[in-house]
Nanobody
């Protein structure tokens, strides 16, 4: 089992920045695809960014390309999402998720491990 705990959410004005963290514990060897999803009120869950722990180019949704950066710290077993130039449409609950060997492009049910989420609100 893998436990994921997000932190770093909050309220920020448009144009501001936040960095989300996702600390992993438990069987951290059983995850090699790490992702950030978000879900706004009344909308479907959206894949924001994803990376393969073995390297390669991360995936980004078109809506966040050039503004968000996903990264990992293997020593700390922590996944990050640096969010810059935030927009009101970025307002959502953000979740980190993990799977083993299923890839980044699979649907959310194919990610067996999820955090509890952290709220991001972008408003003036």
């Amino acid at each position: 089992q893998v436990q994921l705990v997000e932190s770093g959410g909050g309220s920020v004005q448009p144009g501001g920045s936040l960095r989300l963290s996702c600390a992993a514990s438990g069987d951290t060897e059983s995850r090699n695809y790490l992702a950030w999803f978000r879900q706004a009120s009344g909308k479907v869950r959206e894949r924001v960014a994803c990376l393969y722990t073995g390297g390669g180019l991360p995936y980004y949704a078109d809506s966040v390309k050039g503004r968000f950066t996903i990264s990992q710290d293997n020593v700390k077993n922590t996944l990050y999402l640096q969010m810059n130039s935030l927009k009101p449409e970025d307002t959502a609950m953000y979740y980190c998720a993990a799977n083993w060997n299923r890839g980044c492009s699979v649907d959310p049910p194919q990610f067996p491990y999820w955090g509890q989420g952290t709220q991001v609100t972008v408003s003036s």
